[in-house]
């Protein structure tokens, strides 16, 4: 993707405020002739163009950031969003959001289309086996929300931070015998992070681990209920909501009554059906805010690159 010159840009080269480059590309009447004309003669010489496609799909505005999302039925990555839209509307930028399910080929299809609309900036929902590489040209105009890149600003939730506050929580009831129901460690945070997570503070405390590893859905949360928990199993933690509903029906049908199931991330389905669950907030919707800020910063010059956390908390 080649560089393009920025409002700011324009700005700098004319001696004069963003606001003002701003208002003589939309025609307003409040500059100055003179001004007006210094700031074109730059635009003139430097060949400089707005996002003109962004234009066409929305009107006269040119400030456009490009969302990919890994599912559109995620709820987790739809509220964080929602949290986003309202920031990215109030500064004057519309999204466009495109689906990645979880296939680096379609990242990249899906960024030759936004770079070939001059969009601003992008948010992008990361996920294992997506490569640093292919995000390269974004660098200073990506958020990356769930995984952590090299040289890139990213939005995180603690994974470590989640589990410990459940096994703590459980230790204080009086629980020992607890299971867990994750995802195959070749996913790195949610499935890797969460389970060792779970297995340290089983040794830290001398338990007894009991796991199963598996998809991130409620039929995988389903079947592997049956391998993790054990006739002694009085607490089971699930790395996701997801997990967590599909092994509370398994519990039901069995009629299993007497086991405390945890989840981490607390999406409004779990709370409303099942609010024995115990829980740990994520925090989808101050991670979506913060990511929507940070990018904003980022495209005003007004940040740097920079790793946020979410801490998590118990609900």
């Avoid at 959001?97 to 992008?124: K, Y």
């Avoid at 089971?236 to 069995?254: H, R, T």
């Amino acid at each position: 993707m080649q560089n393009r010159l920025t409002i700011k840009d324009i700005a700098r080269l004319s001696g004069v405020g963003k606001s003002t480059v701003s208002r003589v590309l939309n025609h307003e009447g409040s500059v100055s002739q003179q001004t007006r004309e210094r700031v074109e003669a730059v635009i003139r010489q430097q060949g400089f163009t707005p996002s003109k496609s962004a234009r066409a799909m929305r009107g006269q505005s040119d400030k456009v950031v490009g969302i990919l999302v890994s599912r559109l039925d995620s709820p987790s990555e739809n509220q964080a969003v929602r949290t986003m839209l309202p920031l990215l509307y109030q500064h004057g930028y519309d999204p466009i959001v495109m689906e990645s399910q979880f296939d680096s080929q379609l990242v990249q299809e899906h960024l030759h289309v936004l770079a070939q609309r001059n969009v601003d900036g992008v948010i992008l929902f990361g996920f294992t086996g997506l490569e640093a590489e292919m995000l390269q040209p974004w660098q200073e105009k990506m958020v990356v929300m769930v995984r952590e890149y090299q040289g890139f600003s990213s939005v995180c939730y603690d994974d470590a931070g989640a589990v410990n506050l459940l096994m703590d929580r459980l230790l204080q009831q009086g629980h020992r015998d607890i299971s867990y129901l994750g995802v195959r460690q070749s996913d790195a945070t949610t499935g890797a992070r969460r389970y060792q997570t779970y297995l340290d503070a089983c040794q830290r405390h001398g338990l007894t681990p009991h796991a199963a590893l598996g998809e991130l859905s409620y039929q995988s949360g389903f079947q592997l209920a049956a391998e993790a928990i054990v006739p002694q199993t009085r607490a089971l933690i699930c790395a996701s909501d997801s997990i967590a509903l599909g092994a509370i029906k398994y519990l039901q049908q069995q009629q299993i009554a007497d086991i405390q199931v945890c989840a981490i991330g607390n999406t409004p389905l779990l709370s409303f059906l099942f609010p024995e669950t115990l829980s740990v907030e994520f925090g989808y919707g101050s991670a979506g805010v913060q990511a929507a800020q940070q990018l904003l910063a980022q495209l005003s010059g007004d940040a740097p690159i920079r790793r946020i956390v979410v801490p998590s908390k118990l609900s």
